[in-house]
């Protein structure tokens, strides 16, 4: 496959520096088992090889963001939990970053962050849950009129169906954990999710707004070729 | 408890003739387990009991049903699956039986079945699902003018919390077996409905129309009471 | 639907102030995934704009209790863990909330401060589980005459079905995580009251003496319409 | 620990012909998987090495019951699925075997053929559940005076607990796949046994009447042993 | 939302016939729980609602596909097992549909039916599972070439991975029934999609080629619409 | 039932004072969910019902085993987590408990200072699990005397199933929630109780050793009644 | 990695020709999905592409097996299902194939119908489960003296577990389906094997005895390469 | 079975001194459950009774490893939680530990040094996960030329069939706890590796790194004997 794969092995991890020419986008790192050292050691060392975009380090605990505070250039986005690295792209398209409820938000923040380091507008809409349902559908045009839209729901799930029937565009649907008892932490939302009777949804793992938004920059970016 | 409870030993079964005074309702012939001849035979001793009312039998096969026809003044219901015996009550109060997609409709045939023949009236709504929005509120008055819902989905099984969100009466949720892979047999809308956004959803087990329609009856029957 | 749906916006949160129109009740605010200060803030909101009644807040932590405790008017219950503001209502019809177990109190209160809320008279039974029966039948006609149950549960479940076969009201089960081991936090006593062998049982979420008590409110409400 | 262990090897299958001499019973051939020529030559097997006791196979299909009939001093329970070969027993004790429906029968009987293939007396109890409490009320003394009680249920599973609730003998709880949706084969009424509110209960596999058959024959053993 | 929203209402189901304005797609007939007569007759009416366009009924067994042979322009996908009426559209884009093996078709053949009566372009690549990886590197380059990917795989699903590892487009992840044991019916398979460690795949219910194929639809739409 | 059941309500729970009637052994209090105050004023109220037997708190944390020794006659078994109160009978009959590892003590303990509290003697065999045949085989003998085993065991459960194969008296199988990974808090070795290949085990919730003993207790009072 | 990967195209299936120069073993044909003529003209190219050894198809069902008799050279395997081609390869090393009980035949002999079809010596022990321990033991030093042994159980599944004690061999356990209730098909005795307390235990899929055989299979290769 | 069975008998545990004449290797400690006395007591009973060998405690927390470092000759991995005591072996073979990510280390040196304390060679590969394959790839022939492999991966745990697919040699699968949402603790792992469409794969539990190095060990014992 690829001619010279490049790695940079810094003995803990080997970073994928052939990604990006793979699939468009870098390595990201995933904070949530590494340590402080380990997490910014390869974000930096990301940054180094992709001078030219952004790099990104999602699940950080607040002891990494606050010692991202202090690199040059750091964006650190508390909610989402994300740290970001290097020049912020111009920002082409438009997501629309729909959460049924308030407690959905580290979740949709995280999907904003990483649009925003991909380069991808993000548009937050924020508690649009199907209990209240003129509070989505006085949101619908604002929705219908992005390029993909991600639905993020905890407890029933049930709101991405409901927007996969109302619009044109795709549906990216993430599950998140809120909720409680039956809820199971997550796995009630992602059946919900899976199970959608309008088509067109696509789902995620639980709280994974991280993935959402790389699969809405890769939809993006079909868009963007040149016919 | 009881002075004299009353009990009609069969030999294979015991029936419950003090079930009325304790509960309001007769007891009821779960066929599913049983012979032809053990449903009719019990169904027959219940009516020889209850000369007054209707008594029921659910989840009848169709050799049960063939058989029930030569009964004198036995009411089957092919769809809903079910026989009743004894005089057709007058009908009082009415229950909106809303189902989300045409394959719901044996259990929501089971639920105007089991209705009638506890002398409730019974509005269906069908195809009313999610997935066109437009479907569920045309119909919203119509279901907000009755005394209680009950409400029918497989798959994604959202109708139900939707509805909850639209009106002021008790909303039964009954989810139903249809659907394919993670939909689980009904798992899935089973738990959408137990974590539903919108309060006052209460739900009954997978595919029961019957349970969730002696529920409504109970409910109607507290209204009915003297002050 | 709704001619000009009114909703609040406070940034974090987009409340339904049109919810009591729709549904009779208006919206409650859920604590358990936001800080003190979004609890405390939207419940204001929701007790301006709806001066005639009272609001709630449930899963209230100690903290939001305590800063509740400087809001006038509150009330707190540290049992149930819901925050109350607002006129009190007065209190028509009668709901038996009645529970297994010592261990099940905190769900219990739950459901009588939310039935408080909405105007309705709670009647608590505490500690009438099936391993010694007799405690149960010794209250049964004080249950029976209510015009509707709340039968809570955990570990086995089995009361609410108990209950079910005495009475002729409505019975909401609620599960309880009260339990330990093959319990599984309160599925084994969700799974057994689905499966409750006497008709007219509903189920709530694991836990939720708030949604019980809604449902149960609902079902008063249809007994006071007008004929 | 055996000096000279004795095994019959048929080739398919290696019989266990000391068990009798380590745990006082024969070893019993399961049926299930098995040829009817596999069946009834093991049975023949055991009963030739057992001469003066009856030994058992269990769940023996149509099939296989037919073909039993032609060997001499077979007994064949068709509702139990049970075949019996060699001389009756004496009967001593009495076990309660107690089923909540109907529908529960063959698990009963197949408890009841195997107490009676070890020589303990059976005492069967139909149709007692839990939704008509006084028919259970009502068979307490008989129960009660039982060296123990199978108790046996499917659905909600809840009766075993009631019943220990009631006795001092111990209860063998054995849950059954009858029911349906959220019964799933039996698991809701074996993880309500495994939480019976109510000490004494021990609970087998699903469907499991032989086992607990046996587990009641060990224990009246126990009583029967000199001082 | 709607003006004059459209249904056609037949009794047994509601058509949403305002749906192809919402959402860009026409309604699609799921047949599985239909009589051929409700589907044919479903599918009939949508297409003469729909005359410039094909619509489509999925999941159709023998016996509807054969009476569908009858109708006048009806192409009929017996590996895929759905029916299309209407006119054929124009191809336009190109999906890469992959199968892991030769198992996976059934399901890969509903996808690009699907595709097809959408005007989407379907380039189907069989039998490319992970265990000979040689065989999904040679394709590497055809896959990537596509505006989208639908990468279907039962057993361990592992392919879908792997393959977004590889491509920079969207990729859309069908788990399929294919297995045994503890594949538990595709759940493996749908677990190891939604862990999947590269980033950009998204996920569709156990054997949905069609979900996915119209998720890939809509994906194209956004591309084709003027900047 | 019975003619003036004795409840004893202390406003937080009703005290069963009638059980002991009923079932041979007096209430037991469970105090996982309780105060240390609750745990130690039932505990006295039940001693005072019963002057002349112990009674048993059972899952008594640090603090309440703590306080507990401040109580005249209090006996805490710290390892087992129990407190009891009142005259220690005189033991009769032997109990083998026999824990798979070390890990089981806890469980083990809790049975065996529930059989003391209820007369009845116990013969603790600890670390003779499976993976070291030999150590259970060397203690074949003393097993097999006994009037009952209770078979304690985590990771794969195997051992009580051995042991049934071994002995013929009954054997109370307990799981304990030891292992880790796929042991699934226990539900491994539930599993494995459950389908044990030997027959005459019976199964208790995942580290239930105070129902495991309560049942033996039951076994053994059999075993006492005059003829 | 391959410079000129071999892959033979059947349109329906592409055989991986360059897997016995990366594995060691030749593709086989997994039959369960397949139709008849799949199956064989599959078997027919892996054969013809490898003269020298014989080629598999496995989960053949009895269609394809008398089909497959027609075949010059083909050796079919009723029992284990399987179907074989090619000449026999001289038998080096002995892996031991124990199955706990009778109904684990069928999944036993695909295990040694696998290794003889790759050269490798079985030998075949029958029906010594842990029920009757001194079976096991008895053939004890047969099994400790093969290269590897196959332990096959179903139910508890706690037969491999022993045996891994008692040997110094690696032991490759696998769950068969066997069983009822909660052995759930199989995954009782797979979460037993997984948590055996014998250290050296792996775990294949459940009745996946081919895939245990060919473990076996590059186990004993590794003992035959040049020091 | 043993002679002379050895067994030394510290209170709280058994050792089974005579487990390295059956097995080849000498008990092993799991201290999660134990204290810090318990764990070293029996590690140096351990080693005085195999002066000739390492003896070895697994999952040791802080404290006992640092209480650890006082005893002579220990040797304690902080990162795989263990310590070895006694001389160390000479090592013989190699097998390739291959971890997909940075976060399975733990398990993967859990494993290292397991092996190293039987003797065996182990060779560490990091970081290989399947979403930059040409990591793998370039790893293949080092990881294809050991005796063995242990292959360990969280979150979709795809890399063991993928390593399966390159290497004649075993493959042993260690699934890990890696990952959140719907890996639910490493369960989607386990899936995927008894799942794996490539033969000879084995799995042990969910992060057991100390297992597969002892299946590994047993694989090598073989090819060691004399022929």
Redesign the interface.
């Known amino acids: 496959?690829?001619q010279e794969?490049s790695?940079d092995d810094l003995g803990?991890?080997?970073l994928?520096l052939?990604?990006v020419r793979?699939?468009?986008?870098p390595?990201?790192v995933l904070a949530?088992?590494?340590t402080t050292e380990?997490t910014l050691t390869a974000l930096a060392r990301l940054s180094a090889a992709h001078p030219d975009r952004a790099v990104l380090a999602t699940r950080c605990d607040a002891a990494t963001r606050a010692a991202a505070r202090d690199l040059p250039g750091a964006r650190v986005d508390d909610v989402g939990a994300t740290v970001a690295l290097g020049p912020v792209p111009a920002s082409r398209g438009r997501v629309a970053v729909v959460a049924?409820?308030?407690?959905d938000?580290p979740v949709a923040q995280e999907a904003v962050s990483t649009l925003q380091a991909h380069g991808t507008g993000a548009d937050l809409v924020?508690?649009?849950?199907?209990?209240?349902?003129?509070?989505l559908?006085?949101e619908?045009d604002r929705i219908a009129g992005a390029?993909?839209v991600i639905a993020i729901a905890g407890?029933?799930?049930?709101m991405p169906?409901?927007v996969?029937?109302?619009?044109?565009?795709?549906?990216?649907a993430v599950?998140t954990?809120?909720?409680?008892?039956?809820?199971?932490?997550?796995?009630?939302?992602?059946?919900?999710?899976?199970?959608?009777?309008?088509?067109?949804?696509?789902?995620?793992?639980?709280?994974?707004g991280?993935?959402?938004a790389?699969?809405a920059?890769?939809?993006?970016?079909?868009?963007r070729?040149p016919a």
Chains 1, 2, 3, 4, 5, 6, 7, 8 share one sequence.
């Open positions: 496959m690829s794969p790695v803990f991890a080997r994928d052939d990604r793979r699939t468009g986008d390595e990201v949530s088992h590494k380990q049924a409820g308030t407690s938000l924020l508690d649009v849950g199907v209990a209240g349902l003129h509070r559908l006085a619908r390029d993909a407890m029933d799930g049930a169906g409901v996969a029937g109302l619009v044109s565009i795709p549906v990216v599950p954990s809120v909720g409680y008892g039956a809820s199971f932490g997550g796995i009630a939302a992602l059946l919900t999710m899976l199970n959608a009777c309008a088509p067109g949804v696509t789902v995620v793992n639980i709280d994974n991280f993935g959402a790389v699969a920059v890769r939809m993006l970016r079909v868009a070729r």
